[in-house]
């Protein structure tokens, strides 16, 4: 097969990977350059056939190493570090909360010490129509903002939480384990990233609680204001899905969302797996 080639997207973030072999792409060349679509264009689509968890495992070996994510029962029996996320909406309302969390924008994992660096999710079973999932660009929001901004948040610190009264919907019950394991974390509310050394605004809509050092009213009309230039639909670009595809986000730079749009009974279930990642700074 040809080399892989990388189409950038008419769109503030994104670019689609062409001719890739995917199981050659934790090859050390493959896997450099995908890695280097991914810093630089944020989201990265990889059309092609669907994928067992384990050969879903063996590809997402080319962006890091894969970790378990914390909700138990979303593992995969067979290859625990693949997730299935069954997001179908049902009449009888048993529907996944997480599915209908996931409609705010957010950052996955952003209350673990050490976030995921990037998410892939593969597309198993999807409804006949919406469900597109939507990409912020967060180097794009950091810049849009005004020069006085940057410099009051230049330096803060904002606490992450499993569940915060920010969010609009409430997550899914944790076990006790699961709850042990995630204490409140602190991360800076601008990212440096690692690779590009381009700075980010580090949100997440579902899970920032509050600035440090601020009271309750200041830090969330702050983090109104903030929240406000990520709704632009400029920074936006929002991904439909072909059955097979497999979309990776960078975490460290983006937020994303769902529509939750689609007909109800039809089922949208995707694999997912999260790559380790670093301490924010
Ligand atoms: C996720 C997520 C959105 C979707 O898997 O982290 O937010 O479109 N998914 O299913
Ligand atoms: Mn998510």
């Given at each position: 097969?040809?080399?892989?080639?990388?189409?950038?997207?008419?769109?503030?973030?994104?670019?689609?990977?062409?001719?890739?072999?995917?199981?050659?792409?934790?090859?050390?060349?493959?896997?450099?350059?995908?890695?280097?679509?991914?810093?630089?264009?944020?989201?990265?689509?990889?059309?092609?056939?669907?994928?067992?968890?384990?050969?879903?495992?063996?590809?997402?070996?080319?962006?890091?190493?894969?970790?378990?994510?914390?909700?138990?029962?979303?593992?995969?029996?067979?290859?625990?570090?693949?997730?299935?996320?069954?997001?179908?909406?049902?009449?009888?309302?048993?529907?996944?909360?997480?599915?209908?969390?996931?409609?705010?924008?957010?950052?996955?994992?952003?209350?673990?010490?050490?976030?995921?660096?990037?998410?892939?999710?593969?597309?198993?079973?999807?409804?006949?129509?919406?469900?597109?999932?939507?990409?912020?660009?967060?180097?794009?929001?950091?810049?849009?903002?005004?020069?006085?901004?940057?410099?009051?948040?230049?330096?803060?610190?904002?606490?992450?939480?499993?569940?915060?009264?920010?969010?609009?919907?409430?997550?899914?019950?944790?076990?006790?384990?699961?709850?042990?394991?995630?204490?409140?974390?602190?991360?800076?509310?601008?990212?440096?990233?690692?690779?590009?050394?381009?700075?980010?605004?580090?949100?997440?809509?579902?899970?920032?609680?509050?600035?440090?050092?601020?009271?309750?009213?200041?830090?969330?009309a702050l983090l109104d204001e903030l929240a406000e230039e990520a709704?632009?639909?400029?920074?936006?670009?929002?991904?439909?899905?072909?059955?097979?595809?497999?979309?990776?986000?960078?975490?460290?730079?983006?937020?994303?969302?769902?529509?939750?749009?689609?007909?109800?009974?039809?089922?949208?279930?995707?694999?997912?797996?999260?790559?380790?990642?670093?301490?924010?700074?």
């Amino acid at each position: 097969m040809a080399a892989p080639r990388v189409i950038p997207l008419d769109a503030p973030l994104g670019a689609r990977i062409e001719d890739l072999d995917r199981e050659s792409a934790s090859s050390p060349a493959v896997a450099a350059l995908l890695n280097r679509a991914l810093a630089e264009h944020l989201l990265v689509v990889v059309p092609g056939e669907r994928m067992t968890p384990q050969q879903m495992r063996d590809f997402s070996s080319a962006f890091g190493a894969a970790q378990r994510q914390l909700l138990r029962y979303k593992r995969s029996g067979e290859v625990p570090e693949v997730s299935v996320m069954v997001s179908t909406l049902m009449d009888d309302g048993s529907t996944d909360k997480t599915a209908l969390r996931a409609e705010d924008w957010h950052t996955d994992d952003s209350y673990m010490a050490m976030p995921a660096k990037a998410t892939l999710l593969h597309s198993i079973e999807i409804p006949s129509r919406g469900g597109s999932t939507w990409f912020c660009n967060m180097h794009s929001v950091y810049d849009a903002l005004p020069e006085a901004t940057r410099q009051r948040i230049d330096g803060l610190r904002a606490i992450h939480a499993y569940d915060t009264v920010r969010a609009r919907n409430r997550p899914s019950e944790r076990t006790s384990q699961e709850i042990a394991e995630t204490p409140d974390v602190e991360h800076p509310l601008v990212r440096t990233h690692p690779d590009t050394g381009r700075k980010a605004l580090y949100l997440n809509f579902n899970r920032l609680d509050r600035i440090v050092g601020m009271d309750r009213e200041e830090s969330d009309a702050l983090l109104d204001e903030l929240a406000e230039e990520a709704r632009r639909p400029e920074h936006h670009f929002g991904h439909r899905w072909t059955l097979g595809d497999v979309v990776i986000w960078d975490n460290r730079a983006t937020m994303h969302r769902v529509d939750v749009d689609y007909p109800a009974g039809e089922h949208r279930i995707m694999q997912r797996v999260l790559i380790e990642g670093d301490k924010p700074f």
